[in-house]
């Protein structure tokens, strides 16, 4: 999505690049906080919770 950036977890150069752009540009930082609260405010927990129930039982189940 577009409430973040993106790099490979093992890539230290992109991951370095990155934060450096978030703490030294406040224009970015401010974009992206604002994103992500929008993004978050569509997870509601009594939406996600039986979500996540279900995959918990599930996964359980699944073990011997």
Not at 18 to 32: E, G, K, V
């Amino acid at each position: 999505g577009d409430a973040g950036i993106s790099v490979s977890a093992t890539d230290e150069t992109a991951i370095i690049a990155a934060a450096s752009a978030i703490l030294t540009d406040p224009q970015l930082r401010q974009s992206l906080i604002g994103r992500g609260i929008e993004r978050a405010s569509r997870f509601r927990a009594s939406d996600v919770a039986p979500k996540m129930e279900q995959i918990y039982t599930k996964a359980a189940a699944g073990r011997t």
